[in-house]
């Protein structure tokens, strides 16, 4: 079975430090990996996904996350953190392209605060 | 290109009612997941349909159930409402073949 460890239920940077939101996932085959971002009252926006392509990803708003398989690690990162990128952060797995069996299997979330 | 369209975005319900939420996927897309969202459990899959027909099913009890239309449009259905089933409930569609699923804004259920 598939599972998503989120380290840290909540992260705080200041405005143009340097944003890292830890992502361990398990999977017994070759995974899919997802980071998704949800403003207040909102839904999910896909920020990235890696489909073992690249093993840097680059996604929306300048986040971009490396597949580490030796680590078991999808790691988000931005170089300079804004006001705008307060948020919950998700991460995501999955074994099947589009969920599978299981569906998409998310982690407890990050939420991202920005400091002024 | 419109996104995911879900209805109605907030609802109130009391226990032992059931309800009905609407879902319109990207147009193209003829796959239709259903995701719940508490602040215990996070993101839990309840189920996905394709060409109407249901193909995988999370852990949840059989009051919860859907449906798709030759549309592509789905409804999910809550019966016998429980406290425990106040959540945000997120709809998602994705291509037949693709790999990126993508979400509505949710909607909010709260049952008093």
């Known amino acids: 079975a598939q599972s998503v460890t989120q380290l840290g239920s909540h992260v705080s940077v200041s405005e143009g430090a340097l944003v890292l939101l830890r992502c361990n996932y398990s999977?017994?085959?070759?995974?899919?990996l997802f980071w998704y971002v949800q403003y207040p009252n909102q839904g999910l926006q896909l920020l990235l996904k890696?489909?073992?392509?690249?093993?840097l990803v680059k996604g929306i708003n300048g986040f971009e996350a490396e597949f580490k398989k030796s680590e078991t690690s999808f790691h988000l990162t931005k170089p300079s953190a804004h006001m705008s990128d307060a948020a919950e952060y998700f991460c995501?797995?999955?074994?099947?392209?589009?969920?599978?069996?299981?569906?998409?299997?998310f982690g407890k979330g990050t939420h991202l605060i920005i400091q002024p | 290109k419109a996104g995911v369209t879900q209805t109605p975005r907030y609802l109130i319900k009391t226990r032992g009612q059931q309800v009905t939420l609407s879902c319109s996927p990207i147009s193209g897309h003829r796959s239709v997941s259903w995701y719940q969202q508490t602040p215990g459990q996070g993101l839990q899959f309840l189920f996905e349909?394709?060409?109407?027909?249901?193909?995988n099913k999370g852990n949840f009890p059989g009051r919860f159930s859907g449906r798709q239309f030759s549309n592509s449009r789905s409804e999910m259905n809550v019966s016998t409402l429980e406290l425990g089933d106040s959540a945000l409930y997120l709809c998602?569609?994705?291509?037949?073949?693709?790999?990126?699923?993508?979400f509505g804004e949710g909607s909010w259920l709260t049952v008093v």
């Open positions: 995501a797995v999955s074994e099947e392209a589009g969920g599978g069996a299981d569906g998409l299997t």
């Open positions: 998602a569609s994705r291509q037949s073949s693709g790999n990126t699923i993508y």
């Open positions: 999977s017994s085959v070759p995974p899919y």
């Open positions: 890696y489909t073992s392509a690249a093993t």
């Open positions: 349909y394709f060409s109407e027909t249901q193909r």
